[in-house]
T-cell receptor, first 115, second 112 residues
Framework: GENVEQHPSTLSVQEGDSAVIKCTYS??????FPWYKQELGKGPQLIID?????GEKKDQRIAVTLNKTAKHFSLHITETQPEDSAVYFC??????????????FGTGTRLQVTL | NAGVTQTPKFQVLKTGQSMTLQCAQD?????MYWYRQDPGMGLRLIYY???????DKGEVPNGYNVSRLNKREFSLRLESAAPSQTSVYFC???????????FGPGTRLTVL
């Protein structure tokens, strides 16, 4: 089955700096790579995703890059703000019509943005 | 539109007791999922249901059973709780043709 590794497990940055979280996956058939943000006491919420036919996607201060050859993808947050402090999870999935499209999650990165 | 709801929010059980975690979604989604979240291990899939009337095992199904009662509801049952099942449990749903999974707020379960 799929295996997703995520680094680092904790990350502390100063407000305004950039943060980068990296993930690798093992199954070359995976074609969907979402990133979820989990705030304290809440369920994970999708913040950005990328499909295997795209190398990069950006949404305001958040961007994701995908290297299919190396089987790794990264989350980039620029101009970090205190409200970016949370746990971030990467995931990988084989999305196909008519299937349940199970997600395999990384182990999470706790991001702390300090003033 | 409440999204995905889970009950209860917190539960304490003694070893050997049974209980059912409830999950419901009002978004007319086809697929539903149960995950457990443990420190340092991310979210691991317990069971899932691709559509009403079907259920399948995920990565860590031992000690659990599920029921897809109808399109809205997907319950998780612990028949004989063990301390190793102490965890936070999340339910999620996904629309047909979509990729995003929508998560509920979670149930924090402690087994003594």
């Amino acid at each position: 089955g799929e295996n997703v590794e995520q680094h680092p497990s904790t990350l502390s940055v100063q407000e305004g700096d950039s943060a980068v979280i990296k993930c690798t996956y093992s199954d070359s058939a995976s074609n969907y790579f979402p990133w979820y943000k989990q705030e304290l006491g809440k369920g994970p919420q999708l913040i950005i995703d990328i499909r295997s036919n795209v190398g990069e996607k950006k949404d305001q201060r958040i961007a994701v890059t995908l290297n299919k050859t190396a089987k790794h993808f990264s989350l980039h947050i620029t101009e970090t703000q205190p409200e970016d402090s949370a746990v971030y999870f990467c995931a990988a999935s084989k999305v196909a019509t008519g299937t349940a499209s199970k997600l395999t999650f990384g182990t999470g990165t706790r991001l702390q943005v300090t003033l | 539109n409440a999204g995905v709801t889970q009950t209860p929010k917190f539960q304490v059980l003694k070893t050997g007791q049974s209980m059912t975690l409830q999950c419901a979604q009002d978004m007319n989604h086809n697929s539903m999922y149960w995950y457990r979240q443990d420190p340092g291990m991310g979210l691991r899939l317990i069971y899932y249901s691709a559509s009403e009337g079907t259920t399948d095992k995920g990565e860590v199904p031992n000690g659990y059973n599920v029921s897809r009662l109808n399109k809205r509801e997907f319950s998780l049952r612990l028949e004989s709780a063990a301390p190793s099942q102490t965890s936070v449990y999340f339910c999620a749903s996904r629309p047909s043709g979509g990729s995003e999974q929508f998560f509920g707020p979670g149930t924090r379960l402690t087994v003594l």
